[in-house]
């Protein structure tokens, strides 16, 4: 099973890994701006320095270097220099860049009150040195009385 299937089969754990870490780290966003579109359609951008990912990256390497399964060595039971190079580093930085999205979306639409009533159309523009991205939200229409 290679490491983003496993990612696959196991992101509810990974979910919780984050949540716990994430618990008591200050969440900030450097850079996000947002455009009210006609039709209740919110057009955002985020961006996050290179150190504001890094959180995220190194979870996602901390998991992967326990998942690694190499030939005569039990999982997660590898020296961390053999684990090291058998790690997907490119499926690393996905899986740092989905978590990092998703919470970054969670906490936007928290400070804004925005209730999304459709999927994000997220597109990721830059993965280096940070990661932006854009997103497409439908929300809920603001209704007057």
Not at 30 to 38: D, G, I, R, V
Not at 86 to 97: C, K, M, S, Y
Request: aromatic share 10%; hydrophobic share 40%; proline share 4%.
């Amino acid at each position: 099973m290679s490491f983003m299937q496993d990612r696959v089969a196991t992101a509810g754990n990974l979910c919780w890994k984050f949540c716990d870490i994430l618990h008591n780290v200050h969440f900030y966003i450097k850079k996000t701006s947002f455009k009210n579109l006609p039709g209740s359609i919110i057009d955002l951008e985020v961006t996050f320095t290179e150190e504001e990912l890094d959180s995220y990256r190194q979870t996602a390497y901390q998991d992967g270097l326990a998942r690694v399964r190499l030939k005569g060595f039990r999982p997660g039971n590898a020296p961390k220099e053999l684990a090291a190079k058998a790690i997907d580093q490119e499926g690393v930085l996905r899986v740092a860049a989905q978590e990092a999205v998703r919470f970054s979306l969670d906490k936007i639409r928290g400070e804004n009150n925005w209730v999304i009533i459709d999927q994000p159309q997220v597109t990721i523009i830059e993965t280096a040195p940070g990661l932006k991205y854009q997103a497409r939200l439908v929300i809920f229409p603001e209704l007057e009385l």
